[in-house]
T-cell receptor, first 114, second 117 residues
């Protein structure tokens, strides 16, 4: 039962263009959503997050959009750079209690071509 | 400034061996987690701990156990390694105090690539 789904295993875009990575979730109790970026042989690093009470959060080239009615969020990278090539994981926080457990999607591998 | 340290980057073990993966964090975090990453399956939670000597099963605990004797250290144990445990193992930590300030994320270690032959 995959509560957080990234249905596109891979995405390839040209340098300078927009990259759009998508994520769907099933649990309406999720209160916070995060995107992590992972290079090979390294641990994931935090990229950007959004609270469930908002519909957009922007940080430089990265913007996350949340559509609660559709249970869908997306990460936009504009403009895309070759250094953005990595695996991107969407994650959701359950919110209840203090454990702060995150549930991750399957990941999307982004390749930005020079 | 490394904050979550996993003791080994690469390990090769034989089937049936008992394997210990160590993780240490220096941020005084209460919560610690062990995930494994496999292609197409993302990050799957094995075990987590929200306090010393406390542990909770994640989504895929079978074949694993954990130990948390000190706040800063969380060990993952493969009781009898099998080839289907070949994977990238990731340790992470977090604190409920950070959530008060809007930080819901984890700090991850660099990972341990385990190969069981």
């Amino acid at each position: 039962d995959q509560q957080v789904k990234q249905n596109s295993p891979s995405l390839s875009v040209q340098e300078g263009r927009i990259s759009i990575l998508n994520c769907d979730y099933t649990n309406s109790m999720f209160d916070y959503f995060l995107w992590y970026k992972k290079y090979p042989a390294e641990g994931p690093t935090f990229l950007i997050s959004i609270s469930s009470i908002k519909d957009k959060n922007e940080d430089g080239r990265f913007t996350v959009f949340l559509n609660k009615s559709a249970k869908h969020l997306s990460l936009h990278i504009v403009p895309s750079q070759p250094g953005d090539s990595a695996v991107y994981f969407c994650a959701a926080s359950c919110g209840s209690g203090n454990t702060g457990k995150l549930i991750f999607g399957q990941g999307t591998t982004l390749q930005v071509k020079p | 400034d490394v904050k979550v340290t996993q003791s080994s980057r690469y390990l090769v073990k034989r089937t049936g061996e008992k394997v210990f993966l160590e993780c240490v964090q220096d941020m005084d975090h209460e919560n610690m987690f062990w995930y494994r990453q496999d292609p197409g399956l993302g990050l799957r939670l094995i075990y987590f701990s929200y306090d010393v000597k406390m542990k909770e099963k994640g989504d895929i605990p079978e074949g694993y156990s954990v130990s948390r004797e000190k706040k800063e250290r969380f060990s993952l144990i493969l009781e009898s390694a099998s080839t289907n445990q070949t994977s990238m193992y990731l340790c992470a930590s977090s604190s409920p105090r950070d959530r008060v300030f809007g930080n819901y994320g984890y700090t991850f270690g660099s990972g341990t690539r385990l190969t069981v032959v």
